[in-house]
């Protein structure tokens, strides 16, 4: 179920940098979603946006989405400790497909 | 808050035993899904649930593995005569109907075949 690349596969920064990645897929979608899973744990959900949507936020995390070129970013901003995890961006509605993830290291 | 709930969290099987994996979905959610983490980064779909009906099976492998979602009862994945390639962490998903809305996973079973 990969649908797509994302970029970069790793990631390290220091404690409040930024952190931005992208992702890639191949089909039209009506949605796209961003997790986090920390190390050994479950998928926590953290954004949607929607195919008419170009930006959202949510809290300290910020979403785009170009559906032109079927790609999305996603920026954490004053990166802290805890966000150490790996991040996937994921399509589909009822049949999730998932990219390969961007493994983020935020270094204190 | 609310979660979806699986057990057990670790369950270790000698190759050729059969394996049973449980998930609590979140009431109200009306779709369960089943993925396998095999690799740390590769996630594959196996089954997907519309209330105690089959909605999507394309992923499973239909000879050993099976699953149900029965009312009041936890879901369950079960694998008969588990194989060592089936070792890796099992996620269940639950999600309202329509789309939109973002899934909540449990925090999955490790399945460790020996």
């Known amino acids: 179920s990969q649908q797509g690349e994302e970029d970069p596969q790793a990631l390290s920064i220091q404690e409040g940098e930024n952190a931005t990645m992208n992702c890639s897929y191949k089909t039209s979608i009506n949605n796209l979603q961003w997790y986090r899973q920390n190390s050994g744990r479950g998928l926590v959900h953290l954004i949607l946006i929607r195919s008419n949507e170009r930006e959202k936020h949510s809290g300290r995390l910020r979403v785009t989405l170009d559906t032109s070129k079927k790609s999305s970013s996603l920026l954490i901003t004053a990166s802290r400790a805890a966000d150490t995890a790996s991040y996937f961006c994921v399509t589909g509605d009822y049949k999730l497909s998932f990219g390969a993830g961007t493994t983020v290291t935020v270094r204190a | 808050g609310e979660e979806v709930a699986q057990t057990p969290k670790h369950l270790v099987r000698g190759e050729g035993q059969k394996a049973k994996l449980y998930c609590a979905p979140i009431?109200?959610?009306?779709?369960v899904f089943w993925y396998q983490q095999v690799l740390k980064n590769e996630f594959k779909f196996l089954i997907s649930f519309q209330n105690e009906n089959v909605f999507d099976e394309t992923g499973m492998p239909k000879e050993r593995f099976s699953a149900k979602c029965l009312p009041n009862s936890p879901c369950s994945l079960e694998i008969q005569a588990t194989k060592l390639e089936d070792s890796a962490v099992y996620f269940c998903?639950?999600?309202?109907?329509?789309?939109?809305?973002?899934?909540?996973f449990g925090s999955g079973t490790r399945l460790t075949v020996v």
């Open positions: 998903a639950s999600t309202r109907a329509g789309t939109g809305y973002g899934y909540t």
């Open positions: 009431k109200g959610h009306s779709y």
